[in-house]
């Protein structure tokens, strides 16, 4: 099981663009697995925003698809999110996650999450 | 469908039987997971596949599915099982990934 750590801002204005990073540890982002990001607004559940699979295909949330994108850096051994156009409805604690690549499926790793606020 | 379903909220008194329920057709082609969710916490894996348990998570929760209902059963519920609960699986088409609204479960 690796261990997920995300950075990044915590604080965003509104209209601008949001970057976090995912460092993997005690794992290979090379490793057969999906590389997600999953929010959680305040008091509110999960919501996945999409994933990246280590051989660089990638899926996304319908919702978010027109302003998110999710690299793999394989010399860092991290992903990363981007997502345009911040509103405050962005607001909330983004987690980055393993999810399975075979059956059974299921997220195997969460990171501890970290807080975002959009605000001017 | 791209939804998965759960009730809100659900109480059980000490020491009884719950069952929390998923909803969605994707549950026909993928076998639901199941997070508990503390407050100020990240999800935590308690059920995954047809009924698996990660180590160190209590024998008193197990999982099942019929159609396209996956349930979370409970047996023996303590204080510490209090928390929000979340369902997972595959879309029908397997390319996106859901999530039911979760289910803040009480124990009275």
């Known amino acids: 099981q690796v261990h997920l750590q995300e950075s990044g801002p915590g604080l965003v204005k509104p209209s601008g663009t949001l970057s976090l990073t995912c460092a993997v540890s005690g794992g290979s982002v090379s490793s057969p697995t999906w590389w997600t990001w999953v929010r959680q607004p305040p008091g509110k559940g999960l919501e996945w925003i999409g994933e990246?699979?280590?051989?660089?295909?990638?899926n996304y949330n319908p919702s978010l698809i027109s302003r998110v994108i999710i690299s793999v850096d394989k010399s860092k051994n991290q992903f990363s999110l981007r997502l345009g156009s911040m509103t405050a409805a962005d607001t909330a604690i983004y987690y980055c996650?393993?999810?399975?690549?075979?059956?059974?499926?299921?997220?195997?790793?969460w990171g501890q999450g970290t807080l975002v606020i959009v605000s001017s | 469908s791209s939804e998965l379903t759960q009730d809100p909220a659900v109480s059980v008194a000490l020491g009884h039987t719950v069952r929390i329920t998923c909803q969605g057709d994707?549950?026909?082609?993928?076998?639901a997971s199941w997070y508990q969710q503390k407050p100020g916490q990240a999800p935590v894996l308690v059920i995954y596949?047809?009924?698996n348990r990660p180590s160190g998570i209590p024998d008193r929760f197990s999982g099942s599915t019929s159609g396209n209902t996956a349930s979370l059963t409970l047996t023996g519920a303590q204080a510490e099982d209090e928390a929000d609960y979340f369902c997972?699986?595959?879309?029908?088409?397997?390319?996106?990934?859901?999530f039911g609204g979760g289910t803040k479960l009480t124990v009275l």
């Open positions: 994707s549950l026909r082609s993928y076998y």
């Open positions: 596949g047809q009924n």
């Open positions: 990246i699979y280590h051989l660089g295909g990638t």
């Open positions: 996650a393993s999810y399975t690549a075979t059956s059974p499926y299921f997220f195997d790793s």
């Open positions: 997972n699986s595959r879309d029908s088409s397997g390319k996106l990934l859901l």
